[in-house]
C-alpha cells in the first residue's frame, strides 16, 4: 500500500509539473486575400497584395495635432500606420480585366501576393485579356513582369494613360530625377518591357470608353497621368480610385491632406475633393488600392470632409 502511494504521489507531481498543452497548435497563417462582389452582371474580385507601413509624416497639409486626433479616432497610432495594397479584377462575363498589377518582391516580404490569390481566387494569368494601370507607380506594375522580366499575364493587353507612360518610361525625364528616385522610373520601364515588346503596350489620352461598361477617368495629381476607372453594369456603378487615398483616416475627413510622393500636390488635392464630392452625390460604390482590404464601399459627405463606408462581407447571390 506504501508504495502504491508513493508512485501515485510522484505520478501526480509529474502532471502537475508538465506544461499545459493546447488541443491544437495555432495556425498563423491568413486566409487567401480575395473578396467577391457582384456588380450588376459583372463579378469583381479584390485581390490583396499585401501590406506595408508607412510613416504618419509621409501625409502634407494637415497639423500633427490633427493628424494624430484622426488616426487615434480610428484607433491607430504613429509613428507608422498599415496600408494596404490591393488591385480589382473584373469579370465582364466576356473578359477579364484587371486594374493595376501590385508590388511584386520589389518592397519586401510583406506584399507580392496578387499572384497567388489570383490564382487562390479561381483565376490564372494567362486567362488576363486587359490589365489597366491607374498610374506606373512600381506597387502597382511591378507585378506585370516576372523575375526572369518575362509578361506575368501573357495574354493580355496593357493599358495606360499616355501623360503617365510618357513620363515614368522616359530615360530622360528619369535622368533630371533625383538619383533616389531614378530606381522607380527603371521599374517601370521593366515593367512594361515585355508588353511594349510584343505589341501589347497601348496607351489612351482621354477620358474614353475603353471597353464596353469600362472607361477611363482623369484623375491626374498624384502622378501626371493617374486614370481611375469607372465599371458599369445596368444601374450598377463601381468607380476605382487607384491612389487618390493613402490613408482612410484622414484624407476623407480631411481631402485637403496631400501625400508626399504626389507629383503634383495642388492637382491630387483638387482631383481627390472633385471625385469624392462626385461619388458621394451619385452614391457610387469605389475601390480603392491603399484601403483596408478589400478597399471597397462608399464615400459619404460630412458637416466637414467626408466619411469612409466599408462593404459588409456577405455571401455572393446565387
Known sequence: MHAF?????????????????????????????????????FEVTALFDGAIQLEEKLLKNVPKRELQRLLAREFLQGPKVQTAVNAYLVNTGSKLVLVDAGAAKGFGPTLGKIAENLKASGYAPEQIDFVLLTHLHADHVNGLATPEGKAAFP?????????????????????????????????????????????????????????????????????????SYLFVSGDARLLVLGDLVHNHAVQFARPETAFEYDVDAKQ????????????????????????????????R????????????FGPMPQ
Open 301 to 312: 459627405r460630412e458637416p466637414r470632409g467626408f466619411a469612409w463606408v466599408p462593404v459588409e
Open 5 to 41: 502511494v508513493h508512485r501515485c504521489f510522484w505520478i501526480a507531481l509529474v502532471l502537475i509539473a508538465a506544461p499545459a498543452l493546447a488541443e491544437a497548435p495555432q495556425q498563423k497563417t491568413q486566409v487567401p486575400g480575395y473578396y467577391r462582389h457582384l456588380l450588376g452582371q
Open 155 to 227: 495574354n493580355a493587353e496593357v493599358w495606360a494613360a499616355k501623360a503617365d507612360a510618357d513620363f515614368w518610361l522616359s530615360e530622360e525625364v528619369a535622368s533630371k530625377a533625383p538619383e533616389g528616385f531614378r530606381a522607380f522610373f527603371k521599374m517601370a520601364r521593366d515593367a512594361a518591357a515585355p508588353y511594349i515588346a510584343s505589341g501589347k503596350w497601348r496607351t489612351f489620352d482621354t477620358e474614353r470608353e475603353l471597353l464596353p461598361g469600362v472607361k477611363a477617368l482623369d484623375t491626374r495629381g498624384h502622378t501626371p497621368g493617374h486614370a
Open 268 to 299: 491630387a488635392v483638387a482631383t481627390r475633393k472633385r471625385i469624392f464630392a462626385l461619388a458621394a452625390k451619385e452614391k457610387l460604390l469605389v475601390a480603392g488600392m491603399h484601403l483596408p482590404f478589400p478597399g471597397m464601399g462608399h464615400v
